[in-house]
């Protein structure tokens, strides 16, 4: 375990802290609450910096804004707020700490100093104010330019930048994460608040990739080997040997541009098949990590018998409880991500849309919803197994056999559901299982997705069977079936109605609405049906109501 110590910040603790692609479990970081400035910490560093600490990740933001300096044994300060340890005041100057530099510095060489002489691995982190300040990442315009000024940013990036030079002059052992100013953005929507030192994917991805090369040669076990080429060579040979992660410059937007480019669309398949997947980039680098180190702290995960992980959430509202124990289970396999997120480099928002956040609000009391994400290839696999997992299908298997056990549900009370490729899924397993299924308009021809819409699934060479009719009809005709499979579709849009009409066993829900006239939108448009599909099959019949 690599213990870090992070001071500054959010920028920086966030690096470890917050950041959706921090994907090794390796670290256990500790914060510093609070914009302590190096003198601050310099009065406790024994503190603040316990025993065991490997790495301690900071930056200089809190000296340049406020300037704090100890001169002649008394704090001196820029911050009107700042208090001493033992509560009295601080001296408030007007003015900038490059005006105080010589006091300042040695602070920061007792600072760095006192780490390296416990042998402990520096990191400054070369923040930098960017020039847009907010963006709303959902939609990519400016919000606010204003906070903090254009020039106040210039000033502060003056002096952070002068800083920076300094160590790396005088400290050349302290590792330094640039700061990339190009791709790097405030951002409305990071996953803690609104605020000027949350900022954009990008810079999250990129000041990980610099973290974890600063610190491999201290940690090579704990570390993976990061290795850089273009996508246009992938295919020649073996792409990376086992841990590797690769960071692999194209186009820009690459999965949009892929819809078009064949060649592009032939790299990530290959990445896909040898068992890399995309999550995360940086201007135009994009970061391929192993199927296995897919991590999010929001999902939780089932260790299989093989060895991989199934992906999933638990998700029970307490209004819709009416008993102590869960009644119903619905598993509901997710589809497509939207319009907004269909092309995204972040992993999770292609393998695991937050698709219907108040699902249980609609659903027969004491209902379970457990979502099941579709970790692998580009966009998924289908939940079926591919030329890379060739035992998916059977940790899903495992996995729905555990969570009934787990919660004591009869297996009548048990409905799978998904829409489009989630509903291929849900019925695939609900055949399978002889488990109750409501199946939105679900894509179970592979071949039409890929002469047709220029194989934007990335299932072509990828998946072991594109045509699943016939494995469902198979499933459906072996013996008693006890279980009901409702598929919803609509005949105005032929591609999937037709391919729907193949199977055995099921009912058929056109419905037989003429304004909907595409595959997209046959899941918005068919929700009431949906929903007392899901319900009816909930329902239990002994409580006597009807």
């Known amino acids: 375990m690599i213990n870090v110590v992070a001071f500054s910040t959010p920028a920086t603790r966030d690096i470890l802290g917050s950041n959706p692609f921090c994907n090794n479990r390796n670290y256990h970081l500790a914060s510093v609450q609070g914009y302590k400035g190096i003198p601050e910490i310099n009065e406790s560093i024994g503190r603040y910096v316990p025993e065991g600490t490997h790495v301690v990740l900071f930056d200089f ?126 951002e409305k929507n990071h996953p803690v608040k609104r605020y000027s030192f949350y900022l954009n994917e990008d810079y999250y991805v990129d000041s990980y990739v610099q973290l974890e ?194 919660y004591g549900v009869d297996r009548n009370r048990v409905v799978m559901n998904g829409t489009s490729k989630g509903a291929a899924g849900a019925l695939y397993y609900g055949a399978k299982h002889d488990l109750s299924s409501v199946d939105i308009d679900p894509v179970l021809d592979g071949k039409w997705v890929i002469e047709h819409q220029r194989n934007n699934h990335f299932t072509r060479g990828f998946r072991v069977s594109d045509d699943l009719v016939a494995r469902i009809n198979g499933f459906l005709g072996s013996g008693p079936r006890l279980a009901t499979h409702y598929v919803v579709g609509n005949h105005y849009v032929p591609e999937t109605w037709d391919v729907s009409r193949q199977l055995v066993g099921i009912n058929l829900v056109d419905i037989d609405d003429r304004t909907v006239k595409s595959h997209p939108s046959i899941s918005p448009n068919s929700v009431p049906e949906w929903l007392m599909l899901i319900n009816s099959l909930l329902f239990d019949p002994r409580s006597g109501l009807s």
């Open 61 to 186: 933001v809190p000296d340049a804004i406020f300037g704090t300096v100890f001169i002649n044994g008394k704090k001196v300060t820029r911050n009107t707020w700042a208090m001493n340890f033992d509560g009295s005041e601080s001296e408030y100057i007007n003015r900038d700490i490059a005006l105080d530099l010589d006091s300042y510095l040695g602070e920061v060489r007792h600072f760095i100093g006192y780490l390296t002489d416990h042998g402990i691995t520096v990191v400054l982190n070369s923040f930098r104010y960017p020039n847009r300040m907010t963006i709303d990442n959902t939609g990519r315009y400016p919000l606010d330019k204003s906070f903090p000024s254009s020039e106040e940013r210039k000033r502060l990036n003056n002096i952070l930048a002068e800083l920076e030079g300094i160590v790396q002059e005088e400290f050349p052992q302290v590792g330094i994460i640039h700061f990339n100013n190009k791709s790097s953005r405030n």
């Open 213 to 406: 090369n600063i610190l491999k040669d201290r940690f090579p076990k704990e570390i993976p080997t990061y290795r850089r080429l273009k996508l246009v060579d992938v295919a020649a040979g073996n792409i990376a040997s086992d841990g590797t992660v690769l960071l692999v410059e194209s186009v820009p937007e690459v999965l949009r541009a892929a819809w078009n480019d064949e060649s592009i669309n032939e790299g990530l398949t290959h990445l896909a098949v040898n068992d890399f997947i995309l999550d995360g980039q940086f201007g135009n680098v994009y970061r391929f990590i192993r199927r296995s180190a897919f991590y999010r702290s929001d999902l939780q995960q089932y260790s299989a018998r093989s060895g991989n992980i199934v992906h999933y959430s638990d998700i029970l509202d307490p209004v819709r409880l009416k008993s102590d124990k869960v009644q119903n289970i619905l598993f509901f396999f997710l589809g497509m991500p939207g319009p907004k997120t269909v092309n995204s480099a972040n992993a999770a928002l292609r393998f695991a849309p937050h698709l219907f956040a108040d699902f249980t609000r609609s659903l027969v009391k004491d209902t379970v919803v457990v979502r099941i994400a579709d970790v692998d290839g580009v966009r998924g696999g289908y939940y079926i197994d591919s030329r890379n997992y060739l035992c998916f299908e059977d940790d899903v298997s495992e996995f729905i056999e555990s969570k009934i056990a787990e």
